[in-house]
């Protein structure tokens, strides 16, 4: 078989297996990304999440992360889901993390497409990364065709909009690439203008110290800085605001992932209730859910300081 019979064969089961659209890129040293990432470092973008630092070379190289790499496969999962909690006054989570831990959902997809691979094509160095490893998922994926990046720094895809997870298999088999498309922004700022926190500082650039993701998740403190109280828009796990009024979401669709539904004791978790959140709760409530990241005293922190 050729480079293109390899890539249909590869692309058909991805499709198979759930996932909406995928690209490929030739792997390869990202330069222009590893300036700008650099740049960010510097200015101390990335807060306290020390580990962005750590490993620079294999998160700019893929072919250092697996040695001999030709090809960078991207995926794209969706997760739309137009449910909302019941009490609006209740505090908010992010829509990535209603039901079950994403990282497990779609590993478990590419650990059977690397299985297909291996099994059709032979011995192959071949590795999958879902959100999980030094990997610049969005580049990739931008590189690839998927979407471009957009100003608030996520992918915006103008079939689904920018409600979907990033996925690679990075493998030593020579594929066909695909090319990548124009940023389709134009003069729109309304992410920018709805950042609660003023997270995006210019265009394309985010201080991710004052992004209310990173504060409700990566921020381990033991309190939030008194500096975004009244600022979080009510969110206590992530944040869906630049999302919420991207223009290209009006193109998202509901999701076909069973193991994404949220539960009925989530959705319907009354404001007084959430206050009230017990540790026994919460582990019943995210037994299998990102949210386990926060752990109960992260998310009870969060929950404290909106209600300051």
């Known amino acids: 078989m050729n480079t293109t019979q390899h890539t249909k064969i590869i692309k058909d089961k991805a499709f198979d297996l759930g996932f909406s659209h995928v690209g490929i890129s030739k792997a390869g040293f990202l330069e ?16 306290k999440m ?19 790499a030709k090809s960078v496969i991207t995926f794209i999962y969706n997760y739309y889901n137009p449910i909302k909690q019941k009490d609006k ?5 992010s829509m990535y993390a209603y039901g079950a831990d994403y990282h497990k959902v779609i590993k478990k997809k590419l650990k059977e497409l690397q299985y297909f691979i291996t099994e059709n094509f032979g011995d192959i160095n071949i590795r999958g990364f879902v959100d999980s490893a030094p990997v610049m998922d969005k580049v990739w994926a931008e590189k690839s065709g998927l979407g471009w990046i957009g100003k608030h720094s996520n992918l915006l895809n103008k079939e689904k909009g920018s409600y979907f997870f990033i996925a690679e298999l990075i493998l030593d088999l020579e594929l066909d690439t695909d090319l990548p498309i124009k940023d389709y922004c134009g003069t729109c700022t309304k992410c920018i203008d ?9 265009p394309y650039v985010v201080d991710g110290s004052k992004c209310i993701s990173y504060l409700t998740i990566e921020l381990k403190d033991e309190i939030i800085p008194d500096e975004f109280n009244g600022k979080m828009d009510n969110w206590m ?3 869906d605001a630049c999302q919420e009024v991207c223009p290209w979401n009006r193109f998202s669709s509901i ?4 193991l994404f539904e949220p539960s009925l004791d989530l959705i319907n978790l009354t ?38």
Request: proline share 6%; with cysteine; aromatic share 10%.
């Open 255 to 258: 999701h076909q992932e069973p």
């Open 194 to 202: 709805a950042c609660p926190t003023d997270a995006i500082i210019k």
């Open 89 to 93: 006054q209740a505090p908010k989570i």
């Open 32 to 47: 222009k990304q590893a300036r700008q990432l650099e740049s960010w470092l510097n200015n101390d973008f990335h807060g």
């Open 271 to 308: 404001n007084k209730e959430w206050k009230e959140l017990d540790e026994e709760v919460f582990e019943n409530l995210f037994k299998s859910s990102p949210v386990k990241r926060t752990k109960f005293k992260g998310l009870k922190r969060n929950i404290n300081f909106l209600n300051k």
């Open 237 to 239: 796990f992530g944040c």
């Open 50 to 68: 020390s580990y962005m630092e750590n490993h620079f070379d294999l998160r700019t190289d893929p072919t250092k992360l697996v040695p001999g």
